[in-house]
Nanobody, 125 residues
Framework: QVQLAESGGGLVQPGGSLRLFCAAS????????LGWFRQAAGKEREWVGT????????WYTDSVKGRFSISRDRAKSAIDLQMNNLKPEDTAVYYC??????????????????WGQGTQVTVAS
């Protein structure tokens, strides 16, 4: 069974940077994709981006393109989310997820089977 654990959240000022980490166990050899989602208070969970573990293919939602980047570390069985030029609207609980989404489900929660516990990111001055 895949297990995911996020870390790295915190409080940052607008325009600042933060890096989130997701440690993933039992992910190798399973043709998984690992995604980042976020959920702001009172809002639905929304997709941020996804990386395919095997070939490193990456997708991002439009609102974070050019500011956020996802990378993988095969040796550590982990991915990270580098977030730059953060805005107050980026404030949310950020979740790591794993699954086998196709092109039509990669940006939906339904494409992912396993979820981490989430880490809070707060962007405020």
């Amino acid at each position: 069974q895949v297990q995911l654990a996020e870390s790295g959240g915190g409080l940052v000022q607008p325009g600042g940077s933060l890096r989130l980490f997701c440690a993933a166990s039992n992910i190798a050899g399973g043709s998984y994709a690992l995604g980042w989602f976020r959920q702001a208070a009172g809002k639905e969970r929304e997709w941020v981006g996804t990386i395919r573990w095997n070939n490193g293919q990456i997708w991002y939602t439009d609102s974070v393109k050019g500011r956020f980047s996802i990378s993988r570390d095969r040796a550590k069985s982990a991915i990270d989310l580098q977030m730059n030029n953060l805005k107050p609207e980026d404030t949310a609980v950020y979740y790591c997820a794993a699954g086998r989404p196709n092109q039509s489900t990669v940006a939906t929660t339904g494409g992912y089977y396993y979820w981490g516990q989430g880490t809070q990111v707060t962007v405020a001055s």
